[in-house]
C-alpha cells in the first residue's frame, strides 16, 4: 500500500507548489532539491513546471541538469514556452533529448516547436526508416490526419488465429504500450478491419482473425482536418482509429491523447484569440518580446479607437451645446458591444462544431434580430428614465432609448453577419470577430445617439 | 472494401449537410426521409444534427421518431439544448432511454440534464443493485473523481494465473467494451495495482498476475477535481484509470471519452464566461427566454456603464469648455480595456493550468507593468501626435498621452490583481473578471483623461 499512497501524494501535490520549491531550488542552485523535486514528475508534469518558471529560471534549470529535457517535456509544454527554449539548445541536446520519442510526437514537435534549421539538423542525424516514418506524416498538410498519425502500428492478417497473433506479438520488439487495436490488413497492406485486444482475450486460440474482426470499423481519412478527427474521437468513444487513404491503403493510427492535446489547441485558440494572442503566447515569456506582440493587437484597436472618435467629432457642435450627450454616450456604444459579444460568442461556437447551416441560418439571425429588439427597448426603457431623472431632459431620454435600441439591434445583426461573412471568407472569426463587431457597435452608437440628438434637439 | 467506403462517406459527411436534410424532411414529416439520414449516424453524431436543429424542429423529430431519443444522445448534446429537450418527455420515455445506459452515463445524465423531480422518477424505477451504483457516485461531489467513475471495473486477484484470468473473462457477462486495464485487488477490495490487456496477451498462460501487474500504476482519489482528474489524463497519456478511495479500497475506473466531455465544457465555460453566458446555452433555444438569460448580463453592464458615465459627469463643466475632450474620451478607455484584457486572458488561463505560484507572482506582476508601461508610452506618443494634429492643442495632446500611460499601467496591475484576488475569494476570474477589469479600466481613464485636464487646462 505504501507505493500507492506516494503515488498518490505525487500526483495530488498541486503544482504551483512544486514551481514554489524548483524556484527556491534554482536560486540557491541546488541540485539535489531539484532532483528530489524532478524525480516523481512524468514528461507532463514537468511541462507544467516548466511552464510555471520564468525563462531565466528554465533556462538555469536545464543548465543544472540537462537530463531533465526529454523530448517529451518539450511537447506537453506550452508551444511558447517550448519554443524558446528550443532556441537555446544546440543540436546535439536536442538530438539526445528526442531519440526515445515515438515518430509521432517528433512530428509534433518539428511542426509545432523546432526551428526550420533546427527540424533539419535533427532530421539529417537520423537513420533512414525513422526519417522516411516522420517524412510521410510531413507529406499531408498541417493540421491534418496525416500529420497526426503514428505509423508504428501493429498489423495483422485475416487468415490466421488468434493463437498465431498472439505469437507474433511475443516475438514482436517495441510494441507501443499504447496499443489497443490490432489492424488487419491484406498482402498490399490495404485495410480489411481491426481487432482489439479485448476481443483476442475473449476468443480460444484456434479463432480466425477473419471470425472475430470487425470489418465495419470506421477509417478516417489523413486529409481529414484535426477538428473533424476530434469530432469523430468525441463521437465515438474512440481509444485509437486506424488512418487509411482513399485508395484503402492502411497508413498509421491516431491516438486519443494526441486528439487530447488538439482538443486543448483548439480552446486555447477561442479563448486567447479574441484579445489578439495566439494561443501559443507564455505568461512568463520575458517582457520585451511580449510586449511587442501585444502591441500589435494595441495598434488596431487604436485605429478603430481613432474611427470612433472620428464619428464623434462630426458631432462636435451639438456636444458644444449639450454636453450632457458626452456623458452618456458611452452607454449606447457599451451596451451594443456587449449585447453584440454575446451573440457574436454563440455563432462563432456554433461555427466551430458545424452546428450553423443552411436551413437554420436565417432562424437564427430572426432569433437574434428578435432578442435585441426585447433587450434594446427593455434597456432603453430603464436607461431612458435614469437619464431623464438625471438631466430633466425628456428630448435627451427620448433620443438616447431610441440609439440605444437601434445599436441592440444592429449589435444582433452584426453578430450573426460578422462570423458568418469572415468564416466564408476564410478569416477566423474567433480572431478578428470581436474587433469588427466593437468597431461596428462603437460607430453605429455615437452615430445614432449624436446624429439624432443633431436633428432632434438641437 | 465497399463497406470501409461507406463509412468513410458516412463520417465525412458535413453535419451541417445533415442538419438541412433533416429539417427539410421533418418540415415535410418525411419519416423515412428521416430514419434514412440518421441510421448511418452513431449517437454523438445524432446529438449534434439535435444540437443544430432549432427547438421547434427537434421536438417534432422526437414525435415522428421517439426511438430517436437514446440516452446516450442526449448526454452529447448541449447541455441546455439536453435540459430543454428532457422537460419535454413523460418518465416512460426518459426511462426507456436510459435502459441501457452504463451507469457512470446515467450518473452524467442525472447530474447535468435531468430536473430533480425527473431524476427522482428514473432512479425509483430502477433495480436495486443499479440504484445503488448509482448513488454510491452521487455520495461525492459534484464535479470530482467520484462522480466520473465507472464502477463496473473488473477486478482479479494477484495470485492468479493469466489462463485463469482469460477464462474467467470469458465467463464473464457484459465486459465493457473500453476495459484496457483489469484492476488487482485483495480480498477486502483493496487496491494493489493494475495489468493491462496487452500485458495478459503478452504473457504465457501460467504467468502469475503478481509478477507482471504494475503495482506502482497511479491512482485517483475520489475527491480530486475532474479538473485535477483531466491534467492527469493529459500527463499520463491514460485510457483509463482507477479510482481508490484514502483508506486503498477501490472504487471505480475513470475512462478517457469522460475526462474528453470534462475538458470540453470547461474550454466551453472559459469562451462563454466572459461574455456572461452558461457554457450550457444552446443557440437554438427559443426565442424568451434566450433574451431573459441575456438580459441579466446587459444589467449589470448598465450598472457599470451608468458608473463610468457618472465620473465623466463629474467634468461636465470642463467638457463644456473643451469639447474636444469628448471627442478623445472613448480611446483612452479603449486602449486600457484592450491591454487589461491581455493581461487579464493570460491571468486566468495561468491559473487555470497552476502555473501560478508564491514564487512567480510578483515577477509576473513586475513583467505586466513593464509590459504596460513600454506600451503605455509608445501608443501615447502616436496617440498624442495624431491628437495635436488633430486638434492643434498641445495641451491635450499632452494630457491624452498622460492618461493614456496611466490607464495602461493601471490596466496591467488590474489585470494580474482582479483575477488573483476573485480566485482568493472562490469568485470564478472567467466570470466576472472581464466585467470589473472593464469597470476599472473605464473608471481610471475617463477620471485620468478628464482630471488631469481640469486641473492642466482649464
Avoid at 62 to 67: S, V
Avoid at 272 to 291: H, I, K, N, Q, R
Avoid at 354 to 383: H, P
Avoid at 434 to 453: K, R
Amino acid at each position: 500500500m505504501s507505493d500507492n499512497k506516494k503515488s498518490e501524494q505525487a500526483i495530488s501535490a498541486p503544482i504551483n507548489e512544486t514551481i514554489d520549491g524548483i524556484s527556491r531550488a534554482i536560486s540557491e542552485r541546488n541540485k539535489p532539491a531539484i532532483e528530489q523535486l524532478l524525480s516523481p514528475l512524468n514528461p507532463g508534469e514537468t511541462a507544467d513546471v516548466m511552464d510555471g518558471l520564468p525563462t531565466d529560471d528554465r533556462r538555469q534549470l536545464i543548465e543544472l541538469l540537462p537530463d531533465t529535457l526529454d523530448g517529451e517535456v518539450l511537447l506537453h509544454m506550452g508551444e511558447g514556452a517550448a519554443i524558446e527554449l528550443v532556441e537555446e539548445m544546440d543540436a546535439d541536446t536536442l538530438q539526445q533529448a528526442t531519440e526515445a520519442m515515438d515518430t509521432a510526437d517528433v512530428v509534433e514537435l518539428l511542426d509545432e516547436v523546432l526551428p526550420t534549421d533546427a527540424a533539419k539538423a535533427l532530421l539529417g542525424s537520423m537513420d533512414k526508416q525513422r526519417r522516411e516514418r516522420i517524412e510521410l506524416n510531413l507529406s499531408f498538410d498541417e493540421h491534418t490526419a496525416g500529420r497526426l498519425m503514428h505509423t508504428d502500428a501493429i498489423t495483422v492478417r485475416e487468415n490466421v488465429t488468434v493463437e498465431t497473433v498472439q505469437r507474433y506479438l511475443r516475438q514482436y520488439e517495441n510494441i507501443p504500450q499504447d496499443t489497443t487495436l490490432l489492424i488487419v490488413v491484406d498482402r498490399e497492406n490495404r485495410f480489411k478491419g481491426a481487432v482489439s485486444l479485448l476481443t483476442l482475450i475473449l476468443h480460444p486460440c484456434e479463432t480466425l482473425i477473419s471470425d472475430v474482426m470487425d470489418d465495419d470499423w470506421r477509417t478516417l481519412d489523413p486529409n481529414m482536418s484535426e477538428q473533424e478527427v476530434a469530432r469523430s474521437f468525441e463521437n465515438h468513444d474512440w481509444f485509437s482509429a486506424p488512418v487509411v487513404d482513399k485508395d484503402g491503403y492502411f497508413l498509421g493510427r491516431i491516438v486519443v491523447d494526441d486528439v487530447i492535446d488538439t482538443i486543448r489547441d483548439h480552446a486555447d485558440h477561442a479563448i486567447m484569440a479574441p484579445v489578439g494572442l495566439d494561443e501559443d503566447e507564455d505568461l512568463f515569456a520575458p517582457l520585451l518580446p511580449s510586449a511587442g506582440r501585444r502591441s500589435v493587437w494595441l495598434a488596431l484597436n487604436l485605429a478603430t479607437a481613432f474611427l470612433a472618435s472620428w464619428v464623434i467629432g462630426l458631432f462636435e457642435a451639438t456636444l458644444e451645446k449639450v454636453v450632457a450627450l458626452a456623458v452618456l454616450m458611452p452607454i449606447v456604444a457599451s451596451m451594443g458591444g456587449i449585447a453584440g459579444s454575446q451573440t457574436l460568442t454563440l455563432t462563432i461556437r456554433g461555427l466551430a462544431m458545424g452546428q450553423i447551416a443552411d436551413s437554420n441560418r436565417l432562424w437564427l439571425l430572426r432569433k437574434e434580430i428578435g432578442i435585441g429588439l426585447l433587450n434594446g427597448l427593455l434597456w432603453s426603457f430603464v436607461v431612458s428614465i435614469i437619464a431623464y431623472l438625471w438631466f430633466k431632459n425628456q428630448q435627451i431620454a427620448i433620443v438616447l432609448g431610441a440609439a440605444l435600441t437601434l445599436n441592440m439591434l444592429v449589435a444582433a445583426l452584426a453578430g450573426i453577419i460578422v462570423p458568418l461573412t469572415l468564416h466564408r471568407m476564410k478569416i477566423d472569426p474567433a480572431l478578428s470577430g470581436a474587433v469588427v463587431l466593437t468597431t461596428v457597435t462603437d460607430v453605429v452608437g455615437f452615430m445614432a445617439f449624436l446624429g439624432l440628438a443633431t436633428i432632434f434637439i438641437l
